[in-house]
């Protein structure tokens, strides 16, 4: 393919997204202790080899004295990683140097064709390419072929014989150097060797961090979308990682349902280092301007020269990435005329079976080659787009919730207090009228009156009760309790009591808030339905079960024995609003009944829950 003006080197598409995905102090701390223990594997494993056959390498009392002391190098470093918090990259330098400088220098004393001390070249490859990346890997092997070259001529200047000399004078072994090993045809293949190595190793690592750096952005950027902030807020984040990750400076987003004409039009600009997202009036012809249809689902273009004439160039992909050829620019056209742009990343998405649209980067900076950033760019915005849509789908649950429950508050009113407020009214009218005819009567009346609106007033608290929002967690809940029955028997009449055999709790949230709700229903139904005078609530546990029971001397459930949740389900008996609690905690409900004298419901939740 013809690359575009904004294809720019591939060493500035390295360090970029090396930035979008540092690694952390403690990653870089574990992958300094692998490399450390790598070291000193390899250096026990050569020593072991020389031992075993050492005429092969022309076996040197220097050898194993140079790997003893790298062999103790490399525990040293191990134990100073495993006392420091932190890998300085001063301290990572610093041992990267000493392994460059090491195979070069084992090799001199470990010469022949047997020579195992290659694989030192390799490990000190693999630490850079580990460690950093493509260049910092070729710029090792560089290093190490220097230093071989400057041993080789070291050794055709005679400085090696000279050195023999010395050591043999003082009773030493001398170093044995084979020349052979050092000629310059031999060694300028061993260098073939290590560049080749080191471009094959840093190009794999260099792949590798930028997979890793591509799914960092991604899960970055999945984390940025919460319920809370709405769609709005989750767009606005998205498109905010967007325009920091390509430089650019606007985005826009079309979208449009599936059965809706209407397009939705939005707008992402930076303003005070932050991005600001603002949805634009609909305008005629957003459809064709925006979604016209095209076979691209992915797209870069980029007008020659910079020109402002009608003429586009355009690199595009299919939805499974791959590179379309002669596309026609011209779905673009009306876009390119009515928005001012030098380049621009188009992206199409999908939401479900409702939405579709796309996304507009005007005049991003692309790092690397074209395809592969669109290709990016696609996989983005498909791992990203779900999470967007169940943000959509949940608020629009919620907003439904919301409704359906605002419809049941208003459906109980209206059934409820209101029907009840108009009867009195028309019965204190007529009371009014017969007050001085028959007193006795008005006074009886006005009694029965009374309690008819004590009634009501305790409905509406238990439906404002039932409104709340319950903050309750394992410190607050035996709390909770205690004041639930104590205003249940303030309120009611009914003598109640609330009984713990726990003095700390620790129990989830969710757990919490169901019991407490469980409760509440309980003391609902006791009062509405067992014409009780005493109620027991006690919380126990045992067995690996958080226990709730309630007991009161009422008129019990119209059924006589024990049932579990169970058989309560295939009979269509017992409380369903309790019921369904109990299942949302993977609770188990038990009632025993006995008709005319009482009732008693038993709740249990796993300690461990699946």
Known sequence: MSASPLSFLSIRDRFLWRLRAPASA???????????????????????????????????????????????????????????????????LLVHGADVIWPALISIFGTGRGNPFFLFFVFV?????????????????????????VESLAVHLGTMIQIDGFLVSHHLPPLRVDPVDFEPKRLFIRSIYLLVMSL???????????????KAVITRTLGRTRV???????????????????????????????????VFLGEVQYADNRPVFRWLEPGAGDRETYLNDSPATTCYVWRPGHSENGHLNLVGLDQDGSRIRNINPEFLRR???????????????????EWHGRIFLLNPSLTGDTEEELRFLQEFVRQVGPAVYNVYLLRRLRLRAGAVERARFARELHDGAVQSLIAVEMQVDVLRRQASVRPAQVSEELGRIQGL?????????????????????????????????????????????????????DMPSQVCRELARIVQEALVNVRKHSHATHVL?????????????????????????????????????????????????EGELTIESSPGRGSRLEITVPQRRN
């Open 26 to 92: 403690e990653e870089v701390r574990r992958t300094e202790r692998w490399l450390a223990s790598a070291r000193v594997f390899l250096a026990i494993s050569a020593l072991v080899a020389i031992l075993i056959d050492p005429g092969e390498i022309h076996y040197s009392v220097w050898i194993s004295g140079l790997l003893t002391f790298y062999i103790a190098q490399g525990v040293y470093i191990m134990l100073l990683l495993r006392m420091r918090q932190q890998s300085t990259s001063s301290f990572r």
């Open 125 to 149: 490859l693999a630490a850079a390419a580990y460690r950093w990346g493509m260049w910092e890997t070729a710029g090792t092997a560089a290093a190490a072929v220097f230093l071989l070259w």
């Open 200 to 214: 094959l190793l840093g190009y794999l690592a260099e792949q590798q961090k930028r997979l890793r750096a591509e």
């Open 228 to 262: 809370e902030t709405g769609l709005t807020g989750t767009l606005q984040e998205i498109a905010g990682e967007l325009l920091a990750m390509y430089g650019a400076k606007d985005l826009l987003i079309a979208s449009q349902e599936f059965h809706s004409y209407r």
């Open 335 to 353: 876009f390119a005329e009515r928005n001012q742009f030098e380049n621009l990343m188009m992206v199409s998405f999908l939401f479900g079976q």
């Open 453 to 505: 609106l004590r009634e009501e007033v305790l409905k509406l608290r238990e439906l404002m009760q039932q409104m709340k929002t319950l903050d309750v967690d394992s410190g607050k809940l035996l709390g909770l309790l205690t004041d639930t029955v104590e205003r249940f028997q303030r309120e009611t009449g009914i003598s109640a009591r609330f009984l713990s055999e726990l003095e700390e709790l």
């Open 537 to 585: 609530v006690r919380l126990g546990s045992g067995h690996d079960l958080w226990t709730v029971v309630i007991e009161d001397d009422g008129d019990g459930f119209p059924f006589s024995g024990r049932l579990s949740q169970t058989e309560l389900d295939t009979l269509g008996k017992g409380p369903l609003v309790i019921k369904e609690r109990v299942r949302l905690i």
